[in-house]
């Protein structure tokens, strides 16, 4: 079975700090990786994914992140953040073997931006 | 820009009361899932749907749980008798439907159920 896991559970930075993210998950097969965020009081959004190709890949917002494939990782950064970045963010994953497409998610990470 | 929407915001229901939790997905969307998040827990995949039945279902999708998409827009999750357990924050997500698990799920803004 998947399992995903992000060890940071609260980061509280400064704005134009740099921001990285842990995402480390269990699966043996080839997998698809996806940030998803959630700003206060609204939905999940995607922020970037992965599934082939070049293992960085850059999202939104000035998001990326870089799959390490012999660490099983996929850590989010961000060279510098600001007060509206201010949300939890989601690292999922699943993969072509899941019937339905189902998403497994870590615990996510409450990102705090103090001005 | 299309959004899933779900209705509605947050549910309040007793013990063994049965619940219809509502979904919109965006409209040309072909695969349709359901989440949920237990307070303090990870967001936990319950079950997807595609083409009129469930395509994978978890572990908690278990007979007190049902799927339907009663009509061309709407997706719904019932629980039949619910348990205090059952309180949680409950996504609907969907897909374009290419089938590919590459897909992005769009995310609703959820419904939070709560069990008295």
């Known amino acids: 079975a998947q399992s995903v896991s992000q060890h940071n559970h609260h980061v509280i930075l400064s704005e134009a700090a740099s921001l990285e993210l842990g995402c480390n998950y269990s699966y043996g097969g080839t997998v698809n990786l996806f940030w998803y965020v959630q700003y206060p009081g609204q939905h999940l959004q995607l922020l970037l994914k992965y599934f082939s190709g070049d293992p960085l890949v850059k999202g939104i917002k000035g998001f990326e992140a870089e799959f390490i494939k012999s660490k099983f990782s996929f850590n989010l950064r961000k060279p510098s953040v600001q007060w509206s970045d201010t949300a939890e963010y989601f690292c999922?994953?699943?993969?072509?073997?899941?019937?339905?497409?189902?998403?497994?998610f870590g615990g996510g990470t409450r990102l705090m931006v103090k001005p | 820009e299309p959004e899933v929407t779900q209705t509605p915001s947050h549910q309040v229901t007793q013990m063994g009361q049965e619940v219809i939790l509502r979904c919109v997905p965006i409209s040309n969307h072909l695969y349709f899932y359901w989440y949920r998040q237990i307070l303090g827990q990870k967001v936990e995949f319950l079950v997807s749907?595609?083409?009129?039945?469930?395509?994978?279902k978890s572990e908690i999708f278990d007979d007190q749980f049902s799927v339907e998409r009663p009509d061309g827009s709407n997706f719904t999750l019932k629980i039949r008798s619910t348990k205090l357990e059952d309180s949680a924050m409950y996504f609907c997500?969907?897909?374009?439907?290419?089938?590919?698990?590459?897909?992005?799920?769009?995310f609703g803004p959820g419904t939070r159920l709560t069990v008295l």
């Open positions: 999922a994953v699943n993969s072509d073997n899941n019937a339905g497409n189902m998403l497994t």
């Open positions: 749907f595609y083409n009129n039945e469930i395509s994978e």
């Open positions: 997500a969907s897909t374009i439907g290419t089938g590919a698990s590459t897909d992005t799920q769009y």
